[in-house]
């Protein structure tokens, strides 16, 4: 029996980096995963790779900062899908930049997204799932939600308020059937690593020198995989994890920890 046999997966930003591994993993043990993307086109790619291979998948066009467009795709996912029994918030952005020189609107874009879009994938699906009597939130973190990362001001604001949603939820729904935990990962080879590596470091042996330091950073000395993210989150969201619920979990090579 594959872990998620029969579940209902929404995945948000899930045509890209961590979001696609998930998508593909949650595809891979047996639930149909509804892709939240504002990049159709990234979307629907995932979408054919998993059909190609024997799953179910539907793309959903959706922006998770505007309210509305998180309604329409969630009644989209009801019609096509049925109730959704997991929920995963991994769409977000990033930025750089401390508290002095991030403007306000780069300020208001980034909790846009990361916090407000977080809250409304939340209002939205949550009531399904009381109404169920089950399911289960997985939000996308950070370590920088934990500790000081230099230049990541916005950034780390937003990720500490997904970790506070994490525990807000997991308190109030837990007498409702609904586990809700969270991912903290470190630094993870993704498209945002090697768009920031280009456009700050446009040397190519800047660039490699960069890349080097950004990946003895962790402890154990490279970067993540977004397969060794989308590995917990399979966990993190089967019936195996049905005893934890609140937990911030830490993803990052040792950074936490040994560092």
Not at 177 to 192: A, D, E, L, S, Y
Not at 199 to 216: I, T, V
Not at 237 to 249: L, P, R, W
Request: include cysteine.
């Amino acid at each position: 029996m594959k872990r998620l046999s029969e579940k209902t997966a929404i995945v948000t930003g899930g045509g890209k980096g961590i979001g696609r591994a998930i998508s593909l993993r949650f595809a891979s043990e047996g639930a149909k995963v509804a892709i939240w993307e504002r990049d159709l086109e990234s979307a629907d790619e995932i979408t054919r790779t998993i059909r190609e291979q024997g799953g179910d998948g539907l793309a959903v066009n959706c922006d998770i900062g505007d309210a509305q467009s998180v309604a329409n795709a969630n009644r989209m996912t009801l019609d096509s899908l049925g109730t959704p029994d997991v929920l995963v918030n991994n769409a977000g952005i990033a930025h750089v930049g401390n508290a002095t020189n991030t403007s306000e609107e780069d300020f208001d874009q980034v909790m846009q997204i990361n916090a407000r879009g977080t809250f409304l994938c939340l209002r939205e699906v949550l009531p399904h799932m009381a109404k169920a009597g089950k399911g289960v939130v997985l939000n996308l973190a950070s370590i920088a939600s934990r500790l000081g990362i230099a230049d990541r001001f916005a950034y780390s604001a937003s990720k500490g308020a997904v970790l506070a949603m994490t525990l807000s939820v997991a308190r109030d729904f837990v007498d409702q059937g609904i586990r809700c935990n969270c991912v903290c990962p470190g630094r993870v080879r993704t498209p945002f690593v090697d768009g920031f590596l280009k456009k700050f470091y446009p040397d190519d042996a800047e660039r490699n020198e960069k890349f080097e330091e950004l990946s003895k950073y962790q402890p154990i000395g490279r970067m993540g995989d977004p397969d060794e993210i989308a590995n917990l989150a399979a966990f993190l969201c089967s019936d195996e994890a049905s005893f934890i619920t609140g937990g911030a979990y830490d993803v990052d090579g040792g950074v936490m920890s040994l560092r």
